[in-house]
Structures are given as structure tokens and as C-alpha cells.
T-cell receptor, first 113, second 112 residues
Framework: TQLLEQSPQFLSIQEGENLTVYCNSS?????LQWYRQEPGEGPVLLVT?????EVKKLKRLTFQFGDARKDSSLHITAAQPGDTGLYLC?????????????FGKGTKLSVIP | KAGVTQTPRYLIKTRGQQVTLSCSPI?????VSWYQQTPGQGLQFLFE???????NKGNFPGRFSGRQFSNSRSEMNVSTLELGDSALYLC???????????FGPGTRLTVL
């Protein structure tokens, strides 16, 4: 059972365009993280959102956590070729001091110069 | 501060063999998690270790096992390899009490 659904699965856009990637779940998470992964490398953490309704900005990237802490979105303004990669959302559920991340399958973004 | 390191980076094995992968976490990180990444299933959680104890385990067969040493370094072992075990195996470390995980570059395992 895939607890986190990401959409779209693939996205190919021209440099300078805006885009939004979605991450949805029926489960509540203690926090939600976004990662970017490039071919042959491990995922790199971009941001962690914890509070329902929280908005975080990282240069041209804006991350939002849903009010109910079940969903999140990533918006990229004026995409650049360097934004190309696999974007993964991951939900954390904590309990008894143990942490486990559940990942979505990712959105593969290609930004064409 | 050095990141998470994984060895080897690439490995080719044949069906039926066994393999051991190694992970050195970021200094000071005592929690180590392992994930399997495939194109079809994405990243799937294998297990998590903290202070040499397995705290959490994903839904994988018993052929997949792991351990953690007193210096927080971790190994995972896959016995009786199957073709479907071909994947990128990722290790991640974190501070105790933190949800944020820092990943290594992974070990690409190919089973022929």
C-alpha cells in the first residue's frame, strides 16, 4: 500500500516556467520532508515541514504543509535546468523514539534550456 | 563534517550468492536506516538501527538482515540473491530524536 501519492509522476517544462508538485496521503504525519535526488546519488534533504499550514521558502522553491498534515506541495518559480531531478516527499511517523520515513514514488522533473 | 559513506558503490552478483553492504553514518549520528530503491516501487524502508538495536523493520523477507556496531557503522546482508534484488540500496543516518535523515550515495547492486 502506497501511503503517499505524488503527482505528476513526470514533468517536462521549459526554463523559466513555474510548476507545482503534489504529495497526498490519507495518513497524518508528524512531519513531512522533501528531497531531491540526482541520477546515481542519494536523496538530498531540501526542507522539513512540521506544523499544519506551514509555508517554507528556499530561494525559488516554496513548500506548503496542509492544515491537516496529510498533504504537501512544492512550487518552483522560474525553473532552471539545475532544478532537474527526482523530487521525493517523505512522511515521518514517530513513536516510542523510533522514526520511519514513508516515501512517495517521486516526480521526475526535466527543465529544458 | 563528512557525509554518509557507503561501500561498495557498485556490485555485481549472481543468483544464489550473498552480499554485504556497508554504511558509515555522519559523525554523531546514532540512528541508521536502510532503504531499497527500484524504478517500480520507489524507496522502500528496510530497517532502522539505533545503539546496535533494530528498532523498526519494513516488509521484506528474512533474507534481508542488518546489524549496527558500537561505532554506529552498519551493515546489511542479503542472502540467496534473487534477480528482483537488483536495486539501489541507500543508507541514511540521523540524530536521535530527529525526523531528518541524511542519505549516502547508495550501493548499486545488480543480480545476474
Amino acid at each position: 500500500t502506497q501511503l503517499l501519492e505524488q503527482s505528476p509522476q513526470f514533468l517536462s517544462i521549459q526554463e523559466g516556467e513555474n510548476l507545482t508538485v503534489y504529495c497526498n496521503s490519507s495518513s497524518v504525519f508528524s512531519s513531512l520532508q522533501w528531497y531531491r535526488q540526482e541520477p546515481g546519488e542519494g536523496p538530498v534533504l531540501l526542507v522539513t515541514v512540521v506544523t499544519g499550514g506551514e509555508v517554507k521558502k528556499l530561494k525559488r522553491l516554496t513548500f506548503q504543509f496542509g492544515d491537516a498534515r496529510k498533504d504537501s506541495s512544492l512550487h518552483i518559480t522560474a525553473a532552471q535546468p539545475g532544478d532537474t531531478g527526482l523530487y521525493l516527499c517523505a512522511g515521518a511517523k514517530s513513536g516510542a523514539g523510533s522514526y520511519q520515513l514513508t516515501f512517495g514514488k517521486g516526480t521526475k522533473l526535466s527543465v529544458i534550456p | 563534517k563528512a557525509g554518509v559513506t557507503q561501500t561498495p558503490r557498485y556490485l555485481i552478483k549472481t543468483r544464489g550468492q550473498q552480499v554485504t553492504l556497508s554504511c558509515s553514518p555522519i559523525s554523531g549520528h546514532r540512528s541508521v536506516s536502510w532503504y531499497q530503491q527500484t524504478p517500480g516501487q520507489g524507496l522502500q524502508f528496510l530497517f532502522e538501527y539505533f545503539s546496535e538495536t533494530q528498532r523498526n523493520k519494513g516488509n521484506f523477507p528474512g533474507r534481508f538482515s542488518g546489524r549496527q556496531f558500537s561505532n554506529s557503522r552498519s551493515e546489511m546482508n542479503v542472502s540467496t540473491l534473487e534477480l528482483g534484488d537488483s536495486a539501489l540500496y541507500l543508507c541514511a543516518s540521523s540524530l536521535w530524536g530527529s525526523d531528518e535523515q541524511f542519505f549516502g550515495p547508495g550501493t548499486r547492486l545488480t543480480v545476474l
